[in-house]
């Protein structure tokens, strides 16, 4: 079976510090991979995604960047963090051998705090 | 491009009583339609999804939800609500022409089941 890690689970960053959060699947080969932020536990944004390695799509401009070195994982970063970068992180897959209407399956979350 | 509305931000119910969410959506072509729910503090868990076929569709833990064309709907139900599915729900929508299999998600609908 498939299943997705994300970690941290908590980060506490001061402002401009650097970010990397990290993201792996395991049990599927060639996932789409997505990133979404989550404020006040409402709406979900799509930040990125990616189709294949080396891959990155950006839905919004940002102070944040993706990275995919590796089939079946995927990194968030920033060089420098604002009070706005705060939020929900969630990492997302789905499979592309069943592109049509594939279901997208979350990973459980990065809490961000920036202070 | 692709829309949904979610129009309740809470749904309150008793217990035992029949629970239901509300979704429309907007987009070009055929859409492939999506719930989710979200616990606190945890990522999003798949429940049901619509591509073709039957209009009603069954998911995990009771749920169901009815395609409706004419009305673009999707609303989700349950014919009797317990406490533990006091929660948050999302509605999401795609379609084949959407890149990446990128879902856009309706601004979430918070249930809240009392004893």
């Known amino acids: 079976s498939q299943t997705i890690h994300q970690w941290p689970a908590t980060l506490v960053q001061p402002v401009g510090s650097p970010l990397s959060l990290e993201c792996t699947v395991e049990?599927?080969?060639?996932?789409?991979l997505y990133w979404y932020r989550q404020a006040a536990g409402r709406g979900l944004q799509l930040l990125f995604y990616?189709?294949?390695?080396?891959?990155i799509s950006s839905e919004v401009p940002q102070n944040l960047s993706a990275s995919r070195p590796q089939d079946r994982q995927f990194i968030l970063s920033s060089k420098k963090l604002l009070l706005s970068d705060s939020g929900f992180y969630l990492c997302?897959?789905?499979?592309?051998?069943?592109?049509?209407?594939?279901?997208?399956?979350f990973g459980p979350g990065t809490r961000l705090t920036v202070l | 491009a692709q829309s949904v509305a979610q129009p309740e931000d809470q749904v309150n119910v008793a217990e035992g009583n029949p629970l239901t969410v509300k979704c429309t959506y907007s987009v070009s072509g055929n859409p492939y339609l999506f719930w989710y729910v979200q616990y606190p503090n945890r990522g999003l868990q798949f429940l049901l999804k619509?591509?073709?076929?039957?209009?009603l569709v069954k998911g995990s833990y009771g749920f169901e939800a009815e395609f409706n064309k004419s009305q673009t709907s999707f609303h989700l139900k349950k014919p009797s609500a317990l406490v533990s599915d006091s929660a948050l729900y999302f509605c999401?929508?795609?379609?084949?022409?959407?890149?990446?299999?990128?879902?856009?998600f309706g601004g979430g609908t918070r249930v809240l089941v009392k004893p």
């Open positions: 997302a897959w789905s499979a592309v051998g069943a592109a049509v209407g594939g279901e997208q399956f």
């Open positions: 990616s189709v294949g390695i080396g891959q």
């Open positions: 619509y591509i073709t076929g039957d209009n």
């Open positions: 049990g599927t080969s060639n996932p789409n």
């Open positions: 999401a929508v795609s379609s084949r022409a959407a890149a990446g299999n990128k879902l856009t």
